[in-house]
């Protein structure tokens, strides 16, 4: 026991160390991209996922096949990619741009996404589509609603929006997700959570007890509701409550505006359902992975990928790639303390 007492107590000094190396790796990331992410400086870049498939599915057939057949079996496709290139399937199909968004708490991706929306109204027509691939599970308020603005300019468009869910798609996830002409989540994917949750600590009773005094300064009577080091009042407790559930009204009024047959009454309440769940009350429109809906749209249209890649520098690059280090440490972690963990 002694042993594992002394693992446990280095691990945890450990994982105090590499989160303030992160922390200040961050800072230094933060303050290096400050330049570049402001203007949305980055590189446009688009790929048919027909083709992709196509190839994958070519070199499935090609490894299966006898060495004999498999000459004959390339011989087929170059006649095939003849055929379409001299006008045999020249005819113009419908067209589906795929935008991917996996947000965090500010939704910072919204940069990209901007950028994405844009580039794809410049040439899409109504009788076209855009999927995005949403994940996402929530954050500020304000930063989700800038994000579900730039899927309402593809809508004001007249042109298809489909959102699908993969994973998650709760709180401002699904304030995004709600825009959409239709959603689609897998049979797992966390959905809803439409609610609206603020905290922050407290340190006034410590600080009386060490003789520390705060001094705060406003001009309006409700400039600070709450406070980290103030003693806060019932008054500010009551205030900072109606400025949530201002929020929360808002929140089930764009839910409202575009589900206008879901029960919002029923749903708003900061649950959250699985896909088959959300299916039964409303939430969503089908049950199904994007791969696989993706994988029927191509049938009979022309699927692109769209992905805004921003430029980032060394110092951006480097904070990611610790930031993704120190995550996968902490994944084995918690998988090995407990293996039937769920989301």
């Excluded at 009788?127 to 899927?151: F, I, N």
């Excluded at 996830?173 to 959603?183: E, P, W």
């Excluded at 003789?211 to 709450?226: C, F, N, Q, S, W």
């Amino acid at each position: 026991m002694e042993v594992l007492t002394e693992i446990a107590i280095f691990l945890f000094k450990m994982l105090i160390v590499v989160f303030g190396v992160v922390l200040i790796i961050g800072a230094i990331a933060r303050s290096a991209r400050r330049g570049d992410s402001e203007d949305g400086a980055g590189t446009l870049r688009v790929k048919k996922l027909n083709e992709r498939w196509k190839k994958t599915a070519l070199a499935m057939k090609y490894a299966l096949l006898p060495k004999k057949r498999r000459k004959a079996l390339l011989a087929d496709e170059k006649k095939r990619m003849a055929a379409e290139q001299g006008g045999l399937a020249a005819v113009r199909r419908p067209r589906v741009f795929v935008v991917d968004f996996d947000g965090n708490v500010r939704a910072s991706q919204v940069t990209s996404l901007r950028e994405e929306v844009s580039a794809i109204l410049e040439v899409a027509s109504p009788g076209d589509e855009v999927v995005v691939r949403l994940k996402s599970p929530g954050g500020l308020v304000y930063s989700y609603g800038l994000a579900a603005c730039q899927l309402e300019r593809v809508r004001e468009r007249g042109v298809r929006l489909t959102a699908v869910v993969d994973q998650v798609a709760a709180s401002g996830g699904y304030m995004m997700a709600v825009v959409a002409d239709r959603i689609i989540a897998a049979p797992f994917a966390v959905i809803g959570s439409i609610g609206v949750v603020a905290g922050i600590p407290n340190f006034n009773r410590w600080m009386k007890k060490r003789d520390i005094d705060y001094e705060l300064m406003t001009a309006g009577r409700h400039k600070r509701t709450l406070t980290v080091f103030g003693e806060n009042t019932a008054e500010g407790r009551q205030k900072f409550q109606e400025e949530l559930d201002s929020a929360h009204a808002l929140f089930k009024a764009h839910v409202v505006k575009y589900r206008p047959s879901l029960d919002v009454e029923r749903v708003a309440t900061g649950e959250h359902w699985y896909g088959q769940e959300a299916l039964t009350l409303g939430l969503v429109d089908r049950v199904s992975t994007s791969d696989d809906y993706l994988r029927e749209l191509g049938q009979s249209q022309d699927v692109y990928h769209v992905h805004w890649a921003l430029k980032r520098r060394f110092g951006d690059r480097l904070g990611v790639a610790v930031e993704g280090a120190v995550g996968r440490v902490i994944d084995r972690l918690m998988a090995t303390s407990d293996e039937r963990r769920l989301p």
